[in-house]
């Protein structure tokens, strides 16, 4: 199916665990996305990738990893969870050409216990 | 750098009334504009963009929004409210040549019968 798929969709996690959030698109948008939603403070961008192999940090992106080595996946890494990290997490991509609107994922809701 | 204010938390109407919700913007370029909208428990989606064609700008379900340069400000309206329209509404700006969205903190609509 064409769209952009997030997995998985909900997640619990323990202090300190590695959990790994998966991305993919299917358009070949060459920018993707990741943000997160928490009350009070809307989304804010972790991290964003412009192509493949080339990523860049956001607003928030202490504790976070991230790759791309394919233009269509884009895994976000929490290398030791932590509760301040209990979210909603949001993928996106656009083509990036003439800024146009971003598409977002259905979201993953990571509960960090 | 660029910014977003969205400059109530939470707007409550009627069904039949109308909608506003307010948004001002900074930005050090000619900015795009969006409005997305996220009902419970659901990714975010597109209500319309400005990418400084037509300072009206029209979107899906009857809603609107006007970009006024002097004011910097991207109001969304809408003619008359449906309980359909509640949900949360992000103000979203992105420089041009610069393809990451900010986001608003948020405006959650509420429409009593």
């Known amino acids: 199916d064409a769209g952009i798929t997030q997995s998985p969709r909900y997640k619990i996690t323990e202090t300190g665990r590695q959990v790994t959030l998966m991305c993919h698109q299917t358009?070949?948008?060459?920018?993707m996305f990741w943000y997160r939603q928490d009350l009070g403070h809307g989304l804010r961008l972790i991290y964003y990738?412009?192509?493949?192999?080339?990523?860049d940090k956001g607003e928030v992106p202490d504790g976070y990893v991230v790759s791309r080595s394919k233009t269509e996946n884009f895994p976000l890494t929490l290398e030791s969870a932590t509760r301040s990290q209990t979210s909603v997490y949001f993928c996106?991509?656009?083509?990036?050409?003439?800024?146009?609107?971003?598409?977002f994922g259905q979201g993953t809701r990571l509960t960090v216990v | 750098a660029q910014s977003v204010t969205q400059l109530d938390s939470h707007v409550s109407v009627s069904e039949g009334t109308p909608v506003l919700l307010r948004c001002n913007y900074s930005?050090?370029?000619?900015?795009?504009l969006f409005w997305y909208v996220q009902h419970p428990n659901k990714g975010l989606q597109l209500l319309l963009k400005y990418t400084s064609a037509a300072t009206l700008v029209k979107g899906i379900n009857g809603f609107e929004a006007e970009f006024k340069k002097s004011e910097t400000s991207f109001h969304l309206t809408k003619p008359s409210a449906h309980m359909s329209d509640a949900a949360e509404y992000f103000c979203v700006v992105s420089d041009r040549g610069y393809s990451t969205l900010t986001f608003g903190k948020g405006t959650m609509l509420l429409v009593s019968p």
């Open positions: 358009w070949s948008h060459s920018y």
């Open positions: 990738s412009a192509a493949a192999d080339i990523t």
């Open positions: 930005s050090s370029y000619s900015p795009s």
């Open positions: 996106a991509s656009s083509d990036g050409v003439s800024v146009t609107e971003a598409f």
